[in-house]
């Protein structure tokens, strides 16, 4: 039976507090929380849309949309990679959060939004930036996990750092197995795709850097496929 994509992992909102000199708390560090229903209600707005003229466009149903925007189910990426086509988005806006966009991206390691897919877990390296021309993840993969058969094709460059467990890349038709410390880049027009053949967990930092802006990178490598 085809294997269902996982649902997006809600994210905790946390706030520590230190004690000042005068005896004042002050809170620092707070988590920001990925709301996924609250970026989508806004992404909506922001284009004039009601929900049932996006649930045409992609082909979803009307309440579907009224159960994510309400927070009362989490969606999984297949279903986010169709809202996010629909609205002519890249996938990375649904980890936008309240913080204002800026130039700047800096993120405390515990901080990283989180976005599950099929296969492993994608952990956003540029949330707040204005012009992600630029998208850089760390990438889990679970034992085995892979593209799929399919080669990936794209704009701009690819540039991959093996963190532990190894990974390997074919790039046309030469494979590159990466060992903790290794790291590929390549033109990503040329065809590629990734599998992690060992029996333990892979993870590495990617980033994808499209030369179009209306390029899609991400939901090329990280689309899910029922199996």
């Not at 794209?154 to 074919?170: A, K, P, R, S």
Request: net charge neutral.
């Amino acid at each position: 039976m085809p294997r269902s994509a996982p649902a997006v992992p809600a994210q905790p909102r946390r706030n520590t507090k230190r004690q000042t000199r005068s005896g004042t708390q002050t809170s620092t560090n707070a988590v920001p929380e990925v709301n996924v229903g609250q970026r989508l209600r806004a992404l909506r707005n922001e284009r004039g849309l009601s929900i049932r003229a996006l649930a045409e466009r992609s082909g979803l149903n009307v309440n579907t949309f009224s159960l994510i925007e309400n927070s009362k189910t989490s969606p999984s990426v297949s279903t986010l990679q169709q809202i996010a086509a629909a609205l002519e988005v890249p996938i990375t806006a649904f980890f936008e959060t309240d913080v204002p966009t800026n130039s700047v991206a800096h993120i405390v390691a515990r901080n990283r939004p989180r976005l599950a897919f099929a296969h492993g877990t994608l952990e956003d390296l540029g949330a707040g930036l204005t012009n992600r021309a630029v998208e850089p993840f760390v990438v889990t993969l679970e034992p085995h996990a892979s593209s799929g058969e399919n080669p990936i094709v794209h704009t701009g460059f690819e540039f991959v750092f093996c963190l532990h467990g190894h990974m390997t890349y074919q790039v046309e038709e030469r494979s590159y197995v990466l060992a903790p410390g290794d790291s590929l880049v390549f033109e990503s027009y040329l065809p590629h795709r990734w599998q992690n053949d060992d029996d333990q967990s892979a993870q590495v930092i990617l980033v994808l850097y499209p030369t179009d802006v209306h390029d899609r990178p991400t939901e090329r490598h990280f689309s899910v496929k029922e199996r």
